[in-house]
């Protein structure tokens, strides 16, 4: 399931600036505690804060409106481009409940809009799940 993003499904007409950091945090909570009850994989698009400008490194409380989300859900990923290498992106895992956090640099394809690993990237170093084995696709 996709959100996209999660502000969208506010109240526009909160004005309180505590209201709504509530209220986007209780979203969060409302959500992961659907995707458990489904067994569903739940992906909720947010929208950084001004904080979030060229040479700043995402961190989870860059997250806009509410902090409340960062302390709901399980994993936050942060996505930045590279300025001098326009083909390389950066997925940085602020926060995950399950496993390890860290930053890696991927390929992105743009005539396919696709991101690829890097040939020499280790994932078992890192924690994730290797797609190429047949343990990842049970």
């Known amino acids: 399931v996709v959100v996209d993003y999660i502000t969208h499904l506010g109240d526009a007409t909160l004005t309180d600036k505590t209201e709504v950091r509530l209220m986007y945090g209780n979203m969060a909570y409302e959500l992961n505690q659907l995707a458990e009850k489904y067994k569903v994989a739940m992906l909720v698009l947010a929208q950084t804060n001004r904080e979030q400008r060229k040479g700043v490194e995402f961190d989870s409380a860059m997250l806009a409106e509410s902090d409340q989300i960062g302390r709901e859900v399980d994993v936050i990923l942060g996505i930045a481009r590279d300025?001098?290498?326009?083909?390389?992106?950066?997925?940085?895992?602020?926060?995950?409940?399950?496993?390890?956090?860290?930053?890696?640099?991927?390929?992105?394809?743009?005539?396919?809009?696709?991101?690829?690993?890097?040939?020499?990237?280790?994932?078992?170093?890192?924690?994730?799940?290797?797609?190429?084995?047949?343990?990842?696709?049970?």
């Open 83 to 138: 300025e001098e290498s326009p083909n390389i992106v950066y997925l940085n895992v602020t926060k995950n409940r399950r496993g390890g956090t860290g930053k890696i640099g991927l390929f992105m394809d743009w005539e396919y809009n696709t991101l690829r690993l890097p040939e020499h990237v280790d994932l078992d170093k890192l924690g994730m799940p290797n797609p190429n084995t047949t343990e990842a696709s049970r």
